[in-house]
Nanobody, 123 residues
Framework: QVQLVESGGGLVQAGGSLRLSCAAS????????MDWFRQAPGKEREFVAT????????YYADSVKGRFTISRDNTKNTVSLQMNSLKPEDTAVYYC????????????????WGQGTQVTVSS
């Protein structure tokens, strides 16, 4: 089993920034892509960003491209999401996820989930 624990959520005004962090423990996440998903009230969980194990490939949802940056440190088993120029529509619970490399960027393909951290952006 892999345990994922997120931190860094909170309340911020539109245009502000937040940095989310996720720490992995337990079994190794070697070979796993690390993702961030989010889920707003009444909506389905949606993909936000991903970074592969070798840290040479990232991919972002169009809605966050140019504003969010994902990074990971394999020596520390951590992954982060720097969120800039936040908008009210970014308000959601953000989930860290570990997904086997080579699988599709879908919630159904995720092997391990964190408990989620709330991000609220006020207008």
């Amino acid at each position: 089993q892999v345990q994922l624990v997120e931190s860094g959520g909170g309340l911020v005004q539109a245009g502000g920034s937040l940095r989310l962090s996720c720490a992995a423990s337990g079994r190794t996440v070697r070979g796993y892509s690390m993702d961030w998903f989010r889920q707003a009230p009444g909506k389905e969980r949606e993909f936000v960003a991903t970074i592969n194990w070798s840290i040479d490939s990232t991919y972002y949802a169009d809605s966050v491209k140019g504003r969010f940056t994902i990074s990971r440190d394999n020596t520390k088993n951590t992954v982060s999401l720097q969120m800039n120029s936040l908008k009210p529509e970014d308000t959601a619970v953000y989930y860290c996820a570990a997904r086997p490399g080579g699988t599709d960027r879908l919630p159904s393909q995720v092997a391990y989930w964190g408990q989620g951290t709330q991000v609220t952006v006020s207008s």
